[in-house]
């Protein structure tokens, strides 16, 4: 149980177009969800925190208008990234909180690779 | 400041050898500690969950143990193999409202043939 799952798992993309990533848990109601961002060679990075029903909480330095959080469902939120630049590359975790697991716990998806060339 | 420092930032042993990786943490109001297993272009894998009254616990060939006092925690691999090689994160998490979970810096691990 606990599963959480991303797509695509790579998306490649020209500078100033708009792209989309999903992140589903599939076994369970994710009240929380998480997005982070990992540069190479380097840990996660806590971009946003978002409640079902509810505006995501930015992390400081985080743009809240181009990297844009929707998480309309409890099993269903989705980042996207607008009009994305090279310096966006980097590949994206979302992790999943709610009713399964000890409270709080955070169950991570595979990630998502962005290239933006 | 919360924060947690992992030791060393890299590591390369022989396949078979024992390895042990350390974590240090300043998390207030601390409620549990965990290690991850990351590969290369994947997502986090719970290997081992701690609270503050556990000193051990054991996940097949990998062993944590936790020193509440000292803040300090270890992941020893044992009988290491050419699949263990992967990022380990020491995640602490405090006890908050949100549960936020604060990500040490990784150590990456290869094992050789």
């Known amino acids: 149980g606990a599963v959480v799952s991303q797509h695509p798992s790579w998306v490649i993309c020209k500078s100033g177009t708009s792209v989309k990533i999903e992140c589903r848990s599939l076994d369970f109601q994710a009240t929380t969800m998480f997005w982070y961002r990992q540069f190479p060679k380097q840990s996660l990075m806590l971009m946003a925190t978002?409640?079902?029903?509810?505006?995501?909480?930015?992390e400081q330095g985080v743009e809240k208008d181009k990297f844009l959080i929707n998480h309309a469902s409890l099993t269903l939120s989705t980042l996207t990234v607008t009009s994305a630049h090279p310096e966006d590359s980097s590949f994206y975790i979302c992790s999943a909180s709610g009713t399964s697991g000890r409270r709080g716990e955070q169950f991570f998806g595979p990630g998502t690779r962005l290239t933006v060339l | 400041k919360n924060q947690v420092e992992q030791s060393p930032q890299s590591l390369i042993i022989l396949e078979g050898k024992n390895c042990t990786l350390q974590?240090?943490?300043?998390?207030?109001?601390?409620?549990?500690l965990r290690w991850y297993k990351q590969d290369t272009g994947r997502g986090p894998v719970s290997l081992t969950i701690?609270?503050?009254?556990?000193n051990t616990k054991s996940n097949g060939r990998y062993t944590a143990t936790l020193d509440a006092d000292t803040k300090q925690s270890s992941l020893h691999i044992t009988a290491s193999q050419l699949s263990d090689s992967a990022s380990y994160i020491c995640?602490?998490?405090?006890?908050?409202?949100?549960?936020?979970?604060?990500f040490g810096t990784g150590t990456r691990l290869k094992v050789l043939a």
């Open positions: 995640v602490v998490s405090a006890e908050t409202g949100t549960y936020k979970y604060i």
């Open positions: 974590c240090n943490y300043t998390v207030s109001p601390f409620s549990n």
């Open positions: 701690m609270t503050f009254s556990e």
């Open positions: 978002s409640n079902e029903g509810s505006k995501a909480t930015y």
